[in-house]
Nanobody, 129 residues
């Protein structure tokens, strides 16, 4: 139902900022919870942040808490990830994801990969030291 496309990745110096965007370009409009994950080569894809369908509830991995902010604009059918104070360890491919309809927007948390059905193609974020 959803076709998610990320953009905004690139190369930035440590301490800098980037803003990632995720747009649902599919025909189906959805307000289900969405999240951001990231993956480094050779490592497991890890949770970064999630946001409820209404946008009222957000969740962050400890590693990015206080530096990253997730938000959504349901009218525009987009989700954003504002990344500030970037560190070299933030370097990864970042993926936007939408939860499976079976979970709806009633789960207490959305920080597990198994909860997500729809995935974007990923966008590379590289932070230089």
């Amino acid at each position: 139902q959803l076709q998610l496309v990320e953009s905004g990745g690139g190369l930035v110096q440590a301490g800098g900022s980037l803003r990632l965007s995720c747009v649902n370009s599919g025909r189906t409009f959805s307000t289900l919870a969405k999240g951001w994950f990231r993956q480094v080569q050779g490592r497991e894809r890890e949770f970064v942040a999630s946001i409820s369908g209404s946008g009222t509830n957000t969740e962050y991995a400890d590693s990015v808490k206080g530096r990253f902010t997730i938000s959504r604009d349901n009218a525009e059918n987009t989700v954003t990830l504002q990344m500030n104070s970037l560190k070299p360890e933030d370097t990864a491919v970042y993926y936007c994801a939408g939860v499976a309809p079976v979970y709806g927007d009633r789960s207490a948390t959305f920080n597990q990969k198994y909860q997500y059905l729809y995935w974007g193609q990923g966008t590379q974020v590289t932070v230089s030291s």
